[in-house]
């Protein structure tokens, strides 16, 4: 399964594999308005067109969007066919292939619906990301600085360097240790109960301003961005509840924003309490954060009153529209 542009940029070097000869094509649109029940509807519905069986591998060939569509479908399809994911972003390559998260938004909040179903295989081959967007690749690399915070202080030092994520020697040098970090988590807790709510770091705003944005006809944010401002919120929430150092604050935030800080949004603010109280980690209507103490050292799970969550709101949009 391709969507549109993967079919057009990645599909003709896959196809190249003598064992794809008789495979069939599914072909989706491409977009996170995409990731719907509609589009996993249509997906089993070309499953069985093609007379797929219970033996069949369905194979994701694209970014995150393709890989969650397509995960869920091959989890519900006939009860579960197996499936492979081959990433083509580099959101996909450090973060959405690898995890076993599938799903889709439902009345446009993100991943309201889904399933924690593994691929048999993910096979990552970095030069896909040739024909990638510049604008893309940025956002994909949001992921990137998540799992140096919340995992490896050493990372952080490597990449907080960069002042052009696309100018690396060897993206792959970038690509393995967010892998290593996203696998480790993911292998010791897949259901998320524990460790794995570190991934978290970020999403809880950044999803609430992704899902805001969804509604807007323009300046839709794409979710890495999301994540980096939600990032910044959240690593407010940290130095105020979770003991994150104040000078590594100041360097972090500076490095968020002069590489994400162009993402101001035009975002309704009162919109953003709708999306956070419907976030998949509350408990007892309290909104939960996972937070940070140190760079590389995760600090658990904190639910903060809604005044805190509002400054923490207020923040951001305060340094990004410095
Ligand atoms: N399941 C998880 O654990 C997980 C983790 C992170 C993100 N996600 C989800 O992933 C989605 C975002 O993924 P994404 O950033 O990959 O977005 P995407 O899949 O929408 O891809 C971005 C755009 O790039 C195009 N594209 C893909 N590969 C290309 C290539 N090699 N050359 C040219 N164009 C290419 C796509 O067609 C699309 O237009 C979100 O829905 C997010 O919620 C899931």
Known sequence: ??????????????????ELESAGLLIINAGETEKTFDTVSDVCKSLLAEGADRKALLINLGGGVVSDIGGFAASIYKRGIDFINVPTTLM???????????????????????LFSSPQAVFIDSDFLSTLSDEEFHAGFAEVIKHALIGDAEYWNTISQLT?????????????????????????DFKESGIRKSLNFGHTLGHAYESSSMKLQTNKLLHGNAVALGMIGELFLSSKLAGFPTDKLTTVLDFLVLHYGKFIYSINESELSEFLLSDKKNENGKIGFYLLHDIGVGAGMFFPEPQLIEEAVAFTKSILTE
């Open 164 to 188: 052009d994520f696309r100018d690396v020697d060897d993206i792959d040098d970038i690509i393995l240790p967010s892998v290593e970090i996203k696998k480790l988590i993911t292998d010791e």
């Open 92 to 114: 996909a390559m450090v973060d959405a292939s690898i995890g076993g998260k599938t799903g889709v938004n439902l009345s446009g909040s993100k991943n309201s619906v889904g």
């Open 1 to 18: 399964m391709c969507d549109e542009n993967t079919e057009k940029h990645c599909l003709p070097s896959f196809i190249e594999f003598s």
